[in-house]
């Protein structure tokens, strides 16, 4: 079941299409991920940015999510690179977020961050992300 929890989750990052600028102002249609997501996906950013950390559920949760993310930054792009199956129903995925702040138009740097996935059925049931790597690596109980 692990590959198979890989490809439910590449094909989750497909559906949401963040990795061309701009792509986080649109809502993804329900209809594109609810065969690949729990309705009560649990939902949760990096800690680091208080604003996003606290959880979110379900569809709504997740639209709401990414308007927090538009409300910040201009042309947010996340592009994931390697998918991981980290084993117990877990991928972690490596990606790179970048984007312009909104107002200063000060491009973000590219930053190094990873998520990492939890699925149940053949669905993913809750997504952490992590700003730092090593912090998702630890999470998921691998090392580097």
């Known amino acids: ?36 997501v729990d309705p009560e996906i649990e939902w949760r950013g990096p800690r680091e940015f208080p604003d996003l950390a606290e ?22 792009r996340m592009v994931p690179e390697r998918f991981i199956d980290a084993g117990d129903d877990q991928v972690l995925v490596f990606s790179r977020e970048a984007g312009r702040g909104k107002g200063s138009g000060v491009e973000v740097q590219t930053h190094l961050t990873a998520h990492l ?23 998921a109980g691998l090392s580097e």
Do not use: H
């Not at 959880?55 to 930054?73: D, H, N, Q, T, W």
């Open 117 to 139: 996935w939890t699925m149940k059925d053949g669905k993913a049931v809750q997504m952490q992300s992590y700003w730092e790597r090593s912090d998702a690596i630890e999470a």
């Open 55 to 76: 959880p979110v559920y379900g569809f709504e949760g997740m639209a709401r999510y990414r308007a927090k993310i538009a409300e910040a930054l201009d042309d947010y």
């Open 1 to 36: 079941m692990s590959q198979e929890n890989v490809e439910i989750v590449r094909r989750i990052y497909a559906a949401l299409d963040v990795s061309r600028p701009g792509s986080v102002e649109r809502i993804v249609p329900r209809e594109r991920v609810k065969d690949l």
